[in-house]
């Protein structure tokens, strides 16, 4: 399945009319917006009458529905849970072989992957996320996804942290397909970060502070090389905007400089930590986060969290625009009233860093998260024979991840992020 929109940062979410269950759970995540909710109300009678076979909010979908044979689901992703249903051990999130689903198509020019929601029956709640590769022959991704969250399972206790469960992966036509347990709550959207600032403020800090330390300060002198050296000058390589990336990437090198000799300890790191990986208001106050494809074992102290506090201040501010994304960042990290730089720091103290360094730790992290743009537009990871183009250069200069790396070098020159 391809999928086409006139703007990529539109998402659809694909439901088969019968699946009354998935119908009710994607009409209840637009409680808050008055519009939305009438809509909804509209929406559910059509359905239940059978005049509204599909939603999609823009777009077209490209591909071929594949023969299934009778009684083994209506889709190849329900008849493949149907015949792995024992060595998946979808019984333990209380899925049999009655299911309904939902596709959420890719919502960024970066997405490897569609998502489909798995429902029992009637259900209204997901019980299961299956991870479809996004192109033919790229199931390095979700492969990738189901290696980090066992990693993360084997670092704590698993109840400890609001993350997927990995069921198992399965192989198609090809093709890599990852189960794995849905996380409860509703996605964590700019506005209800808005409105629940200060709480989700205290769980993000303490889903950030509760990440494993994969290898102490001492047995981590070289985190330098491996975090920041190396993904910068594969970016310079395969995305030289003009010469562009190699002044930043220098101007970057000298910022850092006070920090290459001190030893830091390798955090398991998430790397994406804003909508729509964020689950919230379920049981209790506290973070679920999704999508680990990004994830890393050789982390660094505060990148997380600096993802995390740039998020929650373009919530706090509506920042839909690139000039109210700057006003966000300068809110938050800019200034004697910046209110991000006492949580940055107290973070740091507990991960035993110099908080005084938090100011470049802030451009460590829009480096490195700019860093990784260049695998995730790319298909092969290896970058063997891969050479500069066009295409990766527009899309790299565009990023807001590039935009925020150059803001964060510039601030930091003019003396703006601390020492």
Not at 33 to 39: A, D, G, K, Q, T
Not at 294 to 309: A, C, M, Q
């Amino acid at each position: 399945m391809n999928w086409h929109a006139r703007t990529i940062a539109r998402s659809a979410r694909i439901i088969p009319v019968e699946a009354h269950g998935a119908v009710r759970h994607a009409l209840d995540q637009h409680q808050g917006n008055r519009f939305r909710r009438i809509l909804a109300v509209t929406t559910r009678a059509a359905v239940g009458t059978g005049l509204l076979p599909a939603l999609i909010a823009e777009g077209s979908v490209v591909g071929r529905l594949p023969e299934v044979l009778p009684g083994g689901g209506t889709n190849l992703v329900e008849r493949i849970l149907v015949e792995n249903l024992d060595r998946l051990d979808l019984g333990a999130v209380g899925l049999g072989t009655a299911l309904e689903t939902a596709f959420l198509t890719p919502r960024f020019v970066t997405s490897r992957h569609v998502v489909v929601l798995v429902y029992a029956k009637g259900e209204s709640r997901p019980r299961l996320v299956v991870k479809v590769p996004r192109q033919p022959g790229d199931s390095q991704g979700v492969r990738r996804e189901a290696d980090m969250l066992l990693r993360l399972a084997a670092h704590l206790d698993p109840n400890r942290l609001r993350v997927p469960a990995v069921l198992g992966t399965v192989a198609c036509d090809g093709l890599t397909l990852l189960a794995e347990s849905a996380v409860r709550g509703t996605v964590l959207s700019p506005p209800q970060a808005r409105r629940h600032f200060r709480t989700v403020l205290a769980a993000g800090t303490s889903f950030i502070d509760a990440l494993p330390v994969v290898r102490p300060a001492e047995s981590n002198t070289d985190w330098y090389v491996q975090a920041v050296e190396r993904p910068l000058a594969r970016l310079t390589e395969l995305a030289p905007l003009d010469g562009e990336t190699a002044v930043l990437c220098a101007r970057t090198h000298e910022l850092l400089a006070p920090l290459r000799s001190v030893p830091l300890p390798a955090i398991f790191e998430h790397g994406d930590l804003a909508f729509p990986n964020l689950y919230f208001g379920a049981r209790d106050s506290s973070l679920g986060v999704v999508d680990w494809e990004r994830s890393t074992t050789e982390g660094v102290p505060g990148h997380d969290l600096v993802f995390f506090l740039q998020f929650l201040s373009e919530s706090r501010w509506s920042a839909s625009t690139w000039s109210a994304q700057v006003a966000a960042f300068r809110a938050a990290f800019v200034g004697p009233d910046a209110w991000a730089v006492p949580v940055l720091r107290e973070h740091l103290r507990h991960r035993g860093v110099d908080p005084r360094s938090w100011g470049r730790l802030v451009v460590m992290t829009w480096a490195r998260t700019a860093a990784t743009l260049v695998d995730r537009l790319l298909l092969d990871p290896s970058g063997n024979g891969l050479r500069p183009s066009a295409a990766v250069d527009a899309a790299v200069r565009l990023e807001r991840e590039t935009r925020l790396w150059r803001l964060a070098v510039e601030s930091a020159g003019r003396g703006e992020l601390g020492d």
